[in-house]
């Protein structure tokens, strides 16, 4: 099984707005993150600023995303087969 880790933004701003501010279970459970966007603006339904505030997070924290993403892929396919072999197994 193939996957390649890519960095997509659009899909990093969905999942800091979706998943950011916690879940059902731990409501309080915010992410540094979504902590550094609400201190940023009020309006995080304003995409041009979400956007804006993940690129300046990127930058000023030095995040090197292909970086991220070589060690990703390095680590899933250390993993990779051993993963296809318990998918596949069928649990009755």
Request: net charge neutral.
């Amino acid at each position: 099984m193939k996957i390649n880790f890519t960095y997509d933004e659009q899909k990093y701003i969905e999942c800091l707005l979706s998943k950011g501010a916690g879940s059902i279970n731990q409501p309080n459970n915010k992410t540094k993150t979504y902590e550094a966007l609400l201190a940023y603006t009020s309006d995080i339904r304003d995409e041009k600023t979400v956007r804006k505030f993940v690129q300046n997070y990127i930058h000023d924290n030095k995040i090197k995303l292909s970086d991220n993403s070589v060690l990703m892929q390095a680590e899933w396919d250390k993993m990779c087969n051993g993963f296809e072999k318990c998918a596949e197994l069928k649990i009755e």
